[in-house]
């Protein structure tokens, strides 16, 4: 299987220990990614001056729990002096289609595919 690299960059003002490690995407999040790309394209005008914006699929610790092709996108928003900000989570399935909770997302996994999840 081959992976693709995908640089992450720490939001501005934050610690230099908390910098993340880059992560790999597996060949199913990197469909979805490019999904989610190509819808972003189309609304790129709403854009937010210095968001930050990170995908991440089950591989990386924190997201373990989401199912295969689904991606996690962490935005960060920097508000107020010295670079204070706000991190925004979104949950993506293979279609695209974005879920604005962890809950909605294992929502969606048992209307679509029959998953009791128990949380």
Known sequence: MRYE?????SPPGSSKTMAPLPVQLSPAAQATLKVVKEQTKRRDHRRTRGVTVRHYDRTFAGYDWLMRGWL????F???GRGGAGRIYKYYY??????YYTKRDAMYAWERINNVICID
């Open 5 to 9: 690299k995908v640089e992450l960059i």
């Open 72 to 75: 996690a996108e962490e935005r």
């Open 77 to 79: 928003v920097p508000t």
């Open 93 to 98: 399935d293979p279609t695209g289609m974005m």
